[in-house]
């Protein structure tokens, strides 16, 4: 009777010390798979891409950001590990939400093989890159991982044109023999547009009585409003009978409200854009690496804060969704320093006292404290 009860006891007591040290090790196991959340499993069998490509417009995120988005989904989903068979954009943008979300785990291996293929790019490429595959990565379930590090970009002042430049600019578009040189650099140089907002312009937008523009659809697709001066006026008005007999030509019925049109009768795009500027850029004698739409939108904003605006209006002007993007302004480099100190020493006064005229007080007048009245000359 002992012998039995002994071995029972040693299994026991053998049992609960694999059990005691399971337990003890169950909080180093490492998670292998991670399940699909329970939102996705009635899209389990559909095609990753249309779903998230949904997902993408329902964020209302712009044209812009889901084409740079699906540049990094294409090289994320294609790249492959050792031993794999190789997969083209067009086959993966098939697989099922299911496999894809298998396929891009986090843990496997394939997210270290797409960094490092990245590495070679721009810190701000990179950044980019990263952001897109993170909001892939949430979307499908995973959570992105800590070490996945994103390089420090050394933020550039914002390159502006200096009086100099600004006033060989201004002469190149007006004498130009483009008749959109001139509406163009005025309109740049007065409402801080970004050039994508300024070929989105329909004639609808614009309201020349109120002096100012409704931006529809802006980075972020938000709405704002625009102001400017009588020199966009006049510019648009010039501009007007040219692009009433261009009209002609349109073949679509989305250019026909165009505000700016080519010489083909279509909306101008920012390519086009940056052509006309490269050309007024040999006009003016400026290299066409200082030259181009967003250095006339920092321009303007630089110009806002030399003259006094505060750094919210220049955010509500400019639409920047972040005052931090703003901020950069303040940061106001060594040549733009030197104008705005000479400008203002030479506003000041040249230090020579005025002239004084003293008008002796009527007998009938009561002094205070027998102090005569001064009147500047």
Known sequence: M??????????????????????????????????????????????????????????????????????AARTLSTTSLPGEPPLDWEQAKTVSVRDFHTRVD????????????IGELKPATVNARIAAASHLLQWVGHSVPDWIQRPNRSRSLPRTLGRNELGRVRTAATQSEDPLAQPVVTILLDTGLRVSELCSLDIDDVDTEDMSALVIGGKGEKDRTVLFTQATVNAIEAWTPIRNSRIQMCKREGELRSLLLSSRGRRMNPRSVQKLIDRLAD?????????????????????????????VTIQRLLGHASIATTRVYLEIGDQTLREIYHRAQNELPSGKVEETEVIEAPEDVVAIGEAPIQRLL
């Open 2 to 71: 002992t012998e039995p009860r002994e071995g029972v006891a040693s299994s026991w007591t053998a049992d609960g010390l694999v059990g005691r040290e399971r337990a003890r090790f169950a909080n180093f196991a490492v998670e292998i798979d991670t399940p699909l959340p329970s939102r996705l499993q009635s899209l389990s069998e559909l095609p990753w891409f249309d779903c998230w490509m949904q997902r993408l417009r329902t964020e209302k995120k712009s044209k812009h950001t889901i084409r740079a988005y699906t540049v």
């Open 106 to 117: 986090p843990n496997k291996g394939r997210m270290d093989a797409w960094l490092n293929s």
């Open 283 to 311: 006009a003016a004698e400026i290299p066409r690496s200082r030259l181009s739409p967003h250095t006339l939108r920092h321009t303007f904003a630089t110009g806002l804060l030399e003259r006094g605006a505060d750094l």
